[in-house]
């Protein structure tokens, strides 16, 4: 089965910081990886799919890269907004989610 | 504007069987382009998929859950169903709908509101 590593676990930042955020893969999985960003209360919300493509009416400060095993999702300049839990996907694998915290 | 709705009861007894439906509008359950998923979300823990299905009905399940795990569809009613049998407290979450596509990196684009199911006596 594939296993799918996200860290860090947690991270505090401040509004405008430039933050990343990687999802590791324990065997190739090419660029098939996606991110989601989950606010408390409503559904998760589709941020990146395979790997590098920003989804329609998804802000430009979020970005992905990334392909084989080791991915990325970069905030480039964080807003208030953003401070909430990120996951990444892999067919029926979510990562462990990331938490984003004011500093 | 594809839309996803859970409806099933909030409360089940341990030992029982917990049911849910999931009710699709704006588009066609007969898809070739979609799969039909179950996720959920324990409270403080992270996101969870269950298992999906295929308008033809071929499944796929979490390995974890699979034992206990049954996802049909009913293509007249364009809905698609979650049972969950043999439940504990440890089932208890906010449950998931949601529209996962076939091509690409099987993304999740349309969700439903979820659901909070409560396994308790």
């Known amino acids: 089965d594939i296993q799918m590593t996200q860290s860090p676990s947690s991270l505090s930042a401040s509004v405008g910081d430039r933050v990343t955020i990687t999802c590791r893969a324990n065997?190739?999985?090419?660029?098939?990886l996606n991110w989601y960003q989950h606010k408390p209360g409503v559904a998760p919300h589709l941020l990146i799919y395979?790997?590098?493509t920003l989804q329609s009416g998804v802000p430009s400060r979020f970005s992905g890269s990334g392909s084989g095993t080791e991915f990325t999702l970069t905030i480039s300049s964080l807003q208030v907004e953003d401070f909430v839990t990120y996951y990444c996907?892999?067919?029926?694998?979510f990562g462990q989610g990331t938490r984003l915290e004011i500093k | 504007q594809v839309q996803l709705q859970e409806s099933g009861p909030g409360l089940v007894k341990p030992s029982q069987t917990l049911s849910l439906t999931c009710t699709v509008s704006?588009?066609?359950?007969?898809?070739?382009?979609?799969?039909w998923s179950w996720i959920r979300q324990p409270a403080g823990k992270g996101l969870e998929w269950i298992g999906r299905?295929?308008?033809?009905?071929?499944?796929s399940y979490n390995p974890s859950l699979k034992s206990r795990v049954t996802v049909s569809v009913d293509t007249s009613k364009n809905q698609f169903s979650l049972k969950l049998n043999s439940v504990t407290a440890a089932d208890t979450a906010v449950y998931y709908c949601?529209?996962?596509?076939?091509?690409?990196?099987?993304?999740?684009?349309?969700w439903g509101q979820g659901t909070l199911v409560t396994v308790s006596s």
């Open positions: 299905i295929y308008y033809t009905g071929s499944t």
């Open positions: 949601a529209r996962t596509t076939v091509l690409y990196s099987n993304y999740i684009d349309y």
């Open positions: 065997q190739t999985i090419s660029d098939s």
């Open positions: 996907q892999h067919s029926l694998t």
């Open positions: 704006g588009g066609s359950i007969i898809s070739g382009s979609y799969y």
């Open positions: 395979s790997a590098t």
